[in-house]
Nanobody, 120 residues
Framework: QVQLVESGGGLVQPGGSLRLSCVASGSIFNIYVMGWYRQAPGKQRELVATITSGSSTDYADSVKGRFTISRDNAKNSVYLQMNSLKPEDTAVYYC??????????????WGQGTQVSVSS
């Protein structure tokens, strides 16, 4: 029923910027929390940032001051503005949403991921 589709990844030089987008579609009644996670090869998936329906945000220490998460509730979308990118930011970035569907069932959903590569 529900799909999350990420976009905006790519190759960028250190110090550059990227903006990731994620759109949730399907029989969605309400979205409580949306967020971004990332996973580098051989490493565990880690939290990058989350944002609630009331626009309360939380960031990993490694991205504070560089990344900004935002959302558009009307579009069921979440965004991640990434500035001052570092090589260690290289990973597959995944969109996550905790939401309730029209049958009134709450679940977590994941997107397919988008690759972010930071190198010179």
């Amino acid at each position: 029923q529900v799909q999350l589709v990420e976009s905006g990844g790519g190759l960028v030089q250190p110090g550059g910027s990227l903006r990731l987008s994620c759109v949730a579609s399907g029989s969605i009644f309400n979205i409580y929390v949306m967020g971004w996670y990332r996973q580098a090869p051989g490493k565990q998936r880690e939290l990058v940032a989350t944002i609630t329906s009331g626009s309360s945000t939380d960031y990993a220490d490694s991205v504070k001051g560089r990344f900004t998460i935002s959302r558009d509730n009307a579009k069921n979308s979440v965004y991640l503005q990434m500035n001052s990118l570092k090589p260690e930011d290289t990973a597959v970035y995944y969109c996550n949403a905790r939401l309730i569907t029209n049958p009134l069932i709450t679940n977590n959903y994941w997107g397919q991921g988008t690759q972010v590569s930071v190198s010179s």
